[in-house]
């Protein structure tokens, strides 16, 4: 038997060890011989944290204060916070509507520029904790964290960095309390995916009773560096809003709308062609961003479902209607951007019936609009595959992931890729993606359908990015072509999606 051993385990299963150490060794080497004929990425590339925050397409904003309770904007800064009830609020009502409507984030003003805090902060008594709701022992920022926690949703925050209330707005005084107050949401609060700032900086005010206008300098009051580090060091995974990012970009409207060239990487400028800061920056170019732009810096385009950001009675017929959403949808996620939306609570703290009537049924718009790829099962075929291996085949636009990618050789800028689909079928909107780990790349494409005996071009965009949605008038086809007519570099493509959006 100890024969036997040795020969099975020596010369007569050698050849055998042998050819499988060569297979194994040829597939590794193969695996990595085509890694490292990867696209390398176009400079600059996103954060994983600005990728998550990209991936969830579609976010909400509540605005609830003093100023739904006297029918204002913004607040002063010296009504009670005896006016405070929201009697009705609960946050899984609110947060799972949000949910239902397809939202996966949601961002609670914390506190807006009047100072009432909606969370019973120990750095001030205007707060929460000095209203009548829940007989001053309620905390809203801890019940909609635990709600988004509940629902799967994530959670932001809203700190204005204007306080009308404060006594010591526009000294040294008002930035500790400011940070100190940040502390305390990053670190009580469990995790946090957004901090937003905005550049609603000084002016008239309670100010502790003073009744003053205090006017800051932009950029020397807020040292935003600091915060910015705070956030970092506290909360990682936080992605960083404001005119300037450092993580996301305001939109430079409050319309929910970017340009229809929108550039992630973006090179911020003040209003005088000078030096840019939170509240000072020059909007218009903030819509489209920079071809070159140097550092990576993606649009989020907020509106609101109302006229205002509050809630007020008069606003219950001016809610936008489910086809308007989805109209801003397509100019914002279908953009290359990621559309938030505000929906105010009203006075008893709940969502508006009419609100969530129009937030569900543009649910139910974009399920029948998106629901089904009609070019999923299609042949695929290209003008140019990266280094002819598999791994960057034409077929992965089709296969309904975003990690497997069409790729051309280096020297390829122009290209195209034809979809052949199973049957004709009726086609108003193609989704185009780019992988956004390897940068920004696609600058204009054309869409040309096979119609009759010719193909015909239905449709033209100019940038790619995370997604784009270029819609046309219907058209009935077995064929579309993509002709990539220009791009920063060889160009890539993770998928591409056909709709009938109008059937």
């Known amino acids: 038997m100890a024969k036997l051993s040795l020969t099975k385990s020596g010369s007569m299963f050698e050849p055998l060890r042998l050819r499988l150490l060569v297979s194994a060794l040829f597939i590794v080497s193969s695996l990595l011989s085509s890694r490292q004929r990867a696209p390398q990425p176009v400079e600059p590339i996103p954060s994983l944290?600005?990728?998550?925050?990209?991936?969830?397409?579609?976010?909400?904003?509540?605005?609830?204060?003093?100023?739904?309770?006297?029918?204002?904007?913004?607040?002063?800064?010296?009504?009670?916070?005896?006016?405070?009830?929201?009697?009705?609020?609960?946050?899984?009502?609110?947060?799972?509507?949000?949910?239902?409507?397809?939202?996966?984030?949601?961002?609670?003003?914390?506190?807006?520029?009047?100072?009432?805090?909606?969370?019973?902060?120990?750095?001030?008594?205007?707060?929460?904790?000095?209203?009548?709701?829940?007989?001053?022992?309620?905390?809203?920022?801890?019940?909609?964290?635990?709600?988004?926690?509940?629902?799967?949703?994530?959670?932001?925050?809203?700190?204005?960095?204007?306080?009308?209330?404060?006594?010591d707005y526009g000294r040294p005084e008002y930035i500790e309390y400011y940070i100190n107050q940040l502390r305390e949401l990053l670190t009580d609060y469990g995790e946090i995916a957004e901090v937003w700032f905005d550049g609603a900086n000084g002016g008239d005010g309670f100010y502790g009773g003073m009744r003053e206008k205090h006017i800051i300098d932009r950029h020397l009051y807020y040292p935003w560096q600091k915060i910015w580090n705070l956030v970092r060091e506290l909360q990682p995974n936080a992605v960083i809003f404001s005119d300037v990012g450092p993580d996301v970009r305001w939109v430079g409207n409050e319309n929910g709308i970017a340009d229809e060239t929108n550039w992630?990487?973006?090179?911020?400028?003040?209003?005088?062609?000078?030096?840019?800061?939170?509240?000072?920056?020059?909007?218009?170019?903030?819509?489209?961003?920079?071809?070159?732009?140097?550092?990576?810096?993606?649009?989020?385009?907020?509106?609101?479902?109302?006229?205002?950001?509050?809630?007020?009675?008069?606003e219950d017929s001016l809610v936008k209607s489910p086809a308007k959403l989805l109209e801003l949808y397509l100019k914002s996620v279908g953009?290359?951007?990621?559309?938030?939306?505000?929906?105010?609570?009203?006075?008893?703290?709940?969502?508006?019936?009419?609100?969530?009537?129009?937030?569900?049924?543009?649910a139910q718009l974009r399920k029948s609009a998106f629901g089904r790829d009609l070019a999923r099962g299609s042949s695929v075929i290209a003008s140019n595959v990266r280094a002819g291996i598999p791994e960057f085949a034409p077929a992965n636009i089709v296969d309904g992931s975003s990690q497997t990618w069409w790729a051309t050789d280096d020297s390829i800028t122009t290209a195209w890729i034809e979809v052949l689909l199973p049957t004709s079928s009726t086609i108003d909107c193609v989704e185009l993606q780019?992988?956004?780990?390897?940068?920004?790349?696609?600058?204009?494409?054309?869409?040309?359908?096979?119609?009759?005996?010719?193909?015909?071009?239905?449709?033209?965009?100019?940038?790619?990015?995370?997604?784009?949605?270029?819609?046309?008038?219907?058209?009935?086809?077995?064929?579309?072509?993509?002709?990539?007519?220009?791009?920063?570099?060889?160009?890539?493509?993770?998928?591409?999606?056909?709709?009938?959006?109008?059937?």
């Open 335 to 362: 953009r290359n951007g990621v559309l938030l939306l505000n929906v105010p609570l009203n006075r008893s703290g709940k969502l508006p019936s009419n609100d969530v009537h129009s937030l569900l049924e543009f």
């Open 49 to 167: 944290r600005q990728r998550a925050w990209q991936e969830r397409e579609f976010i909400g904003f509540v605005h609830l204060s003093i100023n739904t309770y006297t029918d204002q904007e913004w607040g002063f800064g010296d009504e009670s916070p005896r006016l405070f009830n929201p009697s009705e609020f609960n946050a899984d009502s609110v947060v799972g509507t949000l949910a239902s409507a397809g939202m996966r984030e949601v961002i609670l003003t914390a506190k807006h520029h009047s100072g009432f805090c909606l969370w019973p902060s120990k750095w001030t008594e205007y707060s929460v904790k000095n209203s009548p709701w829940k007989n001053g022992r309620g905390d809203l920022v801890r019940e909609f964290g635990k709600a988004c926690k509940k629902f799967g949703m994530a959670f932001g925050l809203y700190l204005s960095p204007w306080d009308r209330n404060h006594k």
């Open 264 to 314: 992630s990487p973006y090179s911020p400028v003040g209003e005088k062609n000078d030096a840019a800061t939170v509240g000072y920056v020059r909007a218009e170019e903030a819509t489209h961003g920079h071809r070159d732009g140097s550092k990576w810096i993606p649009a989020e385009c907020d509106v609101s479902i109302r006229p205002g950001w509050f809630y007020h009675p008069q």
């Open 434 to 503: 780019e992988p956004i780990a390897l940068g920004q790349r696609i600058e204009s494409v054309s869409v040309e359908g096979w119609i009759g005996l010719a193909w015909q071009t239905v449709a033209r965009g100019t940038t790619v990015g995370y997604k784009r949605l270029i819609q046309f008038s219907p058209q009935k086809t077995d064929r579309i072509r993509i002709r990539i007519k220009r791009s920063k570099a060889s160009p890539v493509i993770s998928q591409m999606r056909l709709y009938n959006i109008d059937h």
